[in-house]
Every structure is written in structure tokens, then in C-alpha cells.
């Protein structure tokens, strides 16, 4: 058996015991794969640890950056009271009409907003609009920018709340330090922000599974 089937067997293992997929799951799944949108979503092992995470938080404010099909936008959504409240910035108006269908599919809509346009656009804007601190941000959008996610989750967050940033081993080019590509100067930025940042405590998980070998960085607001 080969490394990545056996990747895939415990993944499917684990996900068909700990977190299977409901219909509504499923459904953001199909309709994300005919609409064409790349296959990039969360596995549902990770979509219920970003539920837990939200749970543990007692999370009633949450903030999505990149939304894609909505499937990891129901996981975190699902771990909110009834008056809580999600937004989920998506840069793709494509992205967004699949993700808000698969959303109210879920019965989500009422707690979860989407918004179109690029994160750096629209995160000021909602920063001007003086909303609650978010209890948990969820960064998994273009990798250049995540510094500058991490900057923008840090001025909507308090002290106690969660930044996780998705994606950040880069199937192990972030070890290249002499890098160019965008992607892996973004997540080293973001990393050394977290490291270096007073206001952060953080770490970094390498994780192996159905979407292959990747990781992502967890950090706490200290205040």
C-alpha cells in the first residue's frame, strides 16, 4: 500500500467515526465539484477539529477569510448559538453564489453572511462597521496575503480569541527560505509575524491526510 492511500484509509477511518458527512455536507461538496471550484476545501477531519475549536472558544462571533464552497463555513457555522453570528469573505463572486446556496441548504443563513470582493477590501470596510470582537478567525484564502490577514485578525479579535491560518507547510517549501513563490513567502511572513508578535502566542501542526501533506498554524491572542 502506498503512503498516500494509507493517508487516505485513516482519513476515511477516522472521518466515517468521528466526523461523517451529513446531507447537507455532501450536497456543499457535489455542487462545489460541478461548479468546477478547486478541490481545495478542508477534509471533514478538519472541518470537525475547526468545529471543536469554535466549541472549546464558546464562540459566538467568527470571521472567515476565503469561503470557496461554504463546507468549512457549515462546520464552524454549526458550532455557534442561535444568535451568534458568521461572516466569510470570498474573493470570487463565483465562489460565493455556490457557498451561499450550500449555506442556506444547511440552514445557515440566517447566522452567516457572506461578502464578495478581496479580503483587503472588504476587511477595512467591516472593521469600520465597529462589530463585536470575533472569538475565532479562520484564514484560508490567497497564501501571499496572510500576513496581512494575521494583521487584520489581530485588530477585530480580543485577548483569548483564535487565529488559525490553514495551509502553511506548503508540502514543505516553507523550509526555503530563499523562496520566491508568493504562497511560500506569504505563510513564512505569517509564521515569523506569529513568532515575533508581543500580542501572539502560536504553533504550527504538520498534518498528513486525503488532501496530502500540509499543516496549519494555530495562535492565541495574549491582548
Do not use: C
Amino acid at each position: 500500500m502506498s503512503g498516500t492511500q494509507l493517508w487516505d484509509d485513516v482519513d476515511f477511518y477516522f472521518s466515517s467515526h468521528l466526523s461523517p458527512d451529513d446531507e447537507a455536507l455532501q450536497a456543499a461538496v457535489r455542487d462545489s465539484e460541478a461548479a468546477q471550484l478547486p478541490h481545495i476545501n478542508v477534509t471533514a477531519t478538519q472541518g470537525k477539529l475547526l468545529q471543536l475549536l469554535a466549541q472549546i472558544q464558546d464562540a459566538r462571533h467568527i470571521l472567515e477569510i476565503g469561503t470557496l464552497g461554504g463546507y468549512s463555513t457549515i462546520w464552524l457555522a454549526r458550532a455557534l448559538p442561535a444568535d451568534g453570528r458568521l461572516i466569510s469573505l470570498e474573493y470570487s463572486a463565483k465562489h460565493a453564489e455556490v457557498a451561499t446556496r450550500n449555506i442556506a441548504r444547511a440552514g445557515l443563513d440566517r447566522i452567516v453572511e457572506v461578502r464578495v470582493g478581496p479580503a483587503l477590501e472588504s476587511l477595512p470596510k467591516l472593521a469600520d462597521e465597529n462589530p463585536a470582537p470575533f472569538d475565532l478567525v479562520f484564514i484560508d484564502a490567497d497564501k501571499v496575503n496572510n500576513p496581512h490577514y494575521v494583521e487584520w485578525a489581530l485588530r477585530l479579535t480580543r485577548a483569548g480569541s483564535l487565529i488559525i491560518v490553514d495551509n502553511v507547510v506548503r508540502g514543505g517549501r516553507v523550509l526555503n527560505a530563499g523562496s520566491d513563490e508568493p504562497d511560500v513567502v506569504g505563510t513564512r511572513a505569517a509564521i515569523e509575524m506569529i513568532a515575533a508578535h508581543p500580542r501572539l502566542s502560536g504553533t504550527a501542526i504538520q498534518t498528513v491526510g486525503s488532501k496530502g501533506y500540509d499543516g496549519f498554524a494555530l495562535a492565541r491572542v495574549l491582548g
